[in-house]
Each structure stands twice: as C-alpha cells, then as structure tokens.
C-alpha cells in the first residue's frame, strides 16, 4: 500500500486562478500519472490546497454581509477538501475500471498547547494592501505578515499528533478502495472535555500529515509529488544537482527552503526513521518512476 502526497503547485500552478475548469485541466495530466501507480498497490492520496483556500476565502471575505464574520479557517479546510477531492474522483474514475473511490473530510489532532500558536508563520487567504491588513487584524483579531506584493494573514502550523479517521481510512483500504483523505494536511482540530471537538484556526502541514498518516497505515512507502523533478543539492544555483539517492541523516545535514522542499525533506526523513521504509520525492509526471528509484530522489533510513 502506498500513501502518495499531491502538492498544490502540481494540481495549479502559481498565479493560476482556482477555477473548476482550470483544476479539471491539471488534475486530468495528474490522474494519469496516479493511475499508473494503483495496478500493482493499493493506494491513499493525500493533496495539499493552499490556493484553493486562499479562494475560498477571497470569495468568502468578498460574499459577506455588512458585519458578519466570514466562515472560520476549518470550514474552509473542510469545503477545499470536498472539492479536490470530488475534482479528482471524477478525473481518475475512468483510468481505475472496477475500482472504487471515495473521498474523506480529514480530521487530525493538534496539541493546543503546540508552541506554533505563539509564532504564526503559515500565510493563508488573498493578498491585502498594508492599512487593510492592519484593519482586519484590530477587527479580527489577526496576526499578519510583509509578502511578496502585499500583506497576508498568518496562521500557526502546528505539529499533527492523531488522524481521527484513521481507523476509518483503514477499513476503506482494506476494502480496496481508492482513498482522498487528509488535504491541506487535515482539517486542524482540538479534544475538549468530554469528547468535544472543536476546529482550530491553524493549518497542519500536508506533507507531515502525510507521513503519520503512512507511519500508522503500515505503508510500504510515502511518495512526495510535486512540479520539481528531485531534491537538489544547490537548488536553485544555475547548476542544479539532483540528489538521487540519499539517506535521511544526509538529508538532514543539509538545510532546505522551508517553504518548499523543507517540509517535504522532512516528511521523508521521518517517514523512513520511523518505518524503515522508503520514502520518494519527485515530479507528479513521473510517478511511477519516482516509486521506482528510476527519477526524483529516493530517501532511505
């Protein structure tokens, strides 16, 4: 069984607007490439939505009334993950004859008292001009940040500790079902007294996410899927070298972007310590190859 991770940039590319025709065109090259991967192993895919929410909370900042508070971030978690995942079950039914698919509304714990709460760091929403972003922020309650072309709002990313659907997840897998679950990293929940559960104004990192949600599923592997070909040992120098095969404490004697291929680094490096297993990162186009050690790069304990 593999867990594979779509990242944002491989199902829109930056600047492209989240519109459903738009994503059916990217998602319609990725669900080829996925595909490929479910005719020998069964199969979860996890996504991130980082555009797809930054929309959704345009449209719902633009759509409310006068003084109404738009939907809360795990709403809106919620609705991103219904739509990739409704998008990609329509593009990848007709590659998979005979197989079922479904998606899953991804829940996952985090510790409330996580020391992220306290350093907002995860930008999210649409772009602001400066006396706007400051408005909301007295309004709202907000903490904001300098991006590039504007100021955004700035979430904490705290660390995921417990998949709620796991068990959940396990018994679709073993039924042979194609499984969409934990995108965006899952929706960011906290355990109150009593069972409660209440949503969180935060956002788990997909690729994390992705590899405790593999570690407790018993996968064989964790593939990374992104627009970049491998992990590179100078990226982005002009003379890029791929890192074709490396070991998680080589990985980690390294440093990386954390915006980019910091967290995915990270993934695998922990994926591979805890199981023993291999971990890939690589380009959504070469999918089976990545799994292969045939492209991108191959992670091992």
């Keep these: 069984m593999l867990v594979a991770a779509l990242g944002g940039n491989a199902l ?41 929410i930054g929309w959704l ?11 109404a508070r738009p939907d809360p971030l795990d709403v ?21 004859p005979g197989r079922e698919l479904a998606t899953l509304l991804t829940q996952v714990e985090v510790d409330p008292d996580d020391p992220a709460f306290l350093n907002p760091s995860k930008p999210i929403g649409p772009l602001y001009e400066e006396a706007r972003a400051r408005a909301l922020a007295r309004e709202r309650g907000w903490a904001i940040a300098a991006t590039r072309g504007g100021f955004r709002r700035v979430v904490a990313s705290p660390e995921p500790r417990r998949i709620r659907e796991l068990g959940a997840i396990r018994q679709l897998v073993g039924a042979g079902v194609i499984v969409i679950c934990a995108g965006g990293g899952g ?4 355990a109150g007294e009593g069972g409660a559960i209440c949503g969180v ?9 992705s590899a405790l949600l593999a570690a407790e599923l ?3 592997a964790l593939l990374l899927l992104t627009d970049v070909a491998a992990v590179y040992d100078d990226w982005p120098a002009p003379a890029e070298s791929p890192l074709r095969r490396a070991t998680s404490a080589e990985l980690r004697a390294r440093s990386f972007e954390s915006g980019s291929m910091g967290p995915k680094v990270e993934a695998a490096c922990r994926f591979v310590e805890r199981t023993g297993r291999p971990a890939a990162i690589g380009a959504l186009g070469e999918a089976a190859r990545v799994l292969a050690g045939e492209a991108g790069t191959l992670v091992r304990a």
């Design 57 to 67: 909370a345009l449209q719902a900042e633009a759509g409310a009334p006068a003084g």
């Design 76 to 96: 809106l978690g919620a609705e991103s993950e219904g739509l990739i995942g409704y998008l990609i079950e329509q593009e990848l039914a007709p590659l998979v």
């Design 201 to 209: 104004e935060a956002v788990v990192d997909k690729d994390l996410c």
């Design 187 to 190: 929706i960011p929940v906290v």
């Design 12 to 52: 829109l590319r930056p600047g492209e607007r989240p519109e459903a025709a738009v994503q059916r065109v990217r998602l319609r090259a990725a669900a080829a490439a996925i595909s490929e991967l479910t005719i020998r192993h069964d199969l979860v895919l996890t996504h991130g939505n980082g555009p797809q």
């Design 218 to 220: 018993g996968a064989d």
